[in-house]
């Protein structure tokens, strides 16, 4: 759905802005061009953030993936090839259809780049929580996704503003520490879509859509650029094929289950990042325990509810009620079990257990 106002008092006097700017050449648009509204106050490292480094939660348990143990551009970790490029002090990782950095830094020292990051790409950060390593953007349009055609390049240099698209999306960056003491950073899409309510087109509403890859390994790139890569090795993060498929729901003795066709650290880290991807909030993490602390609100609460644009464009409708649970990754072997647990870690074998399974399920995939 692509939407665009005019005043008609501005008529003459954008036409003849665009005959006078369509002569004007013009570079080809790139993949995002995100513009906030609100500007983000002066960046400045957390005081608590030097908790990161100290707090064993984030220790990876059995070692991350290093270039540093072999001379070849591919590992094998069990079955799993793992992709890496060597980049100075940061390089490229990746398994199956995720991909992430690696760098040889400290989170302390990560923390404010970051910030200045997804500021200069025109974002307000909405999350900032030092301690479980992870910032989140405000939902945002990209305005790169405006049909480029000369006469609305023109128009969108005197009144950018009269022009909008029906998508929004957020990013979530993470940070985990490794065992090394560098640092692992990822950064995960979520996106809503406005759709149609009713036949005849008279009301619209918001809705969840898939996440993004492309954007995902685009802000990745931009990343690396940002940290001191350079434009040839920034272009090796690429768009990553997807994966065969190695998760699948199941239940055992009533109790719902993902079972994942992973060890222990490419599980953790899958499911990780479904986490951001979906909807749920990471409120804290135990790796050596191998438990998500989360909440989550249900898709269907969200799609087709109307005040739920207004929360998340600033709004003042109260959010609906969230619940917490715990996500459990147990693994043996190349095999991992993903379960959902109550709060007080007790099995979950309710309705909401059953789609928070499905909703990983499907994004695994």
């Not at 023109?154 to 990013?171: F, N, W």
């Not at 479904?274 to 993490?285: A, Q, Y």
Request: glycine fraction near 6%; include cysteine; charge should be positive.
């Amino acid at each position: 759905m692509q939407r665009h106002f005019v005043n008609s008092s501005f008529k003459l006097t954008l036409l003849a802005a665009a005959v006078a700017l369509s002569a004007c050449s013009v570079l080809e648009g790139e993949k995002v061009d995100y513009k906030s509204s609100t500007k983000t106050p002066s960046l400045a490292v957390p005081p608590d953030l030097t908790q990161l480094s100290k707090d064993t939660r984030y220790s990876v348990v059995n070692g991350g993936v290093s270039a540093a143990s072999s001379k070849a551009a591919t590992t094998t970790t069990g079955k799993e090839a793992v992709a890496v490029a060597a980049l100075s002090d940061i390089r490229v990782e990746r398994q199956g259809n995720q991909r992430w950095l690696v760098v040889k830094r400290s989170p302390e020292s990560l923390w404010s780049p970051l910030k200045d990051f997804w500021q200069e790409s025109g974002f307000t950060l909405t999350l900032e929580q030092s301690n479980l390593g992870i910032m989140e953007t405000e939902w945002n349009e990209n305005r790169a996704n405006i049909p480029q055609d000369a006469i609305r390049r023109a128009l969108g240099k005197v009144l950018d503003s009269l022009y909008s698209t029906s998508l929004r999306d957020k990013y979530r960056t993470r940070l985990e520490v490794r065992a090394d003491g560098g640092t692992e950073i990822f950064i995960t899409h979520r996106g809503m879509q406005e759709v149609y309510a009713t036949e005849d087109k008279n009301r619209t509403i918001w809705q969840p859509r898939p996440a993004d890859p492309e954007l995902e390994a685009e802000f990745l790139r931009r990343l690396m650029l940002k940290l001191g890569a350079s434009t040839e090795q920034a272009a090796q993060v690429g768009v990553v094929p997807p994966a065969k498929p190695s998760a699948s729901a199941t239940t055992s003795n009533g109790m719902p289950l993902l079972e994942l066709s992973d060890g222990f650290d490419r599980a953790w880290r899958r499911v990780g990042l479904s986490l951001d991807r979906t909807g749920f909030t990471v409120e804290d993490r135990d790796r050596n325990k191998g438990i998500y602390f989360v909440r989550y609100v249900g898709a269907d609460s969200q799609a087709g509810d109307e005040g739920f644009i207004k929360k998340l464009f600033g709004g003042s409708t109260k959010a609906a009620a969230a619940v917490k649970y715990q996500i459990a990754v147990r693994s043996s072997a190349d095999k991992s079990t993903v379960s959902v647990l109550s709060e007080l870690g007790a099995p979950e074998v309710s309705e909401a257990a059953q789609k928070m399974i499905k909703v990983l399920a499907d994004d695994l995939k």
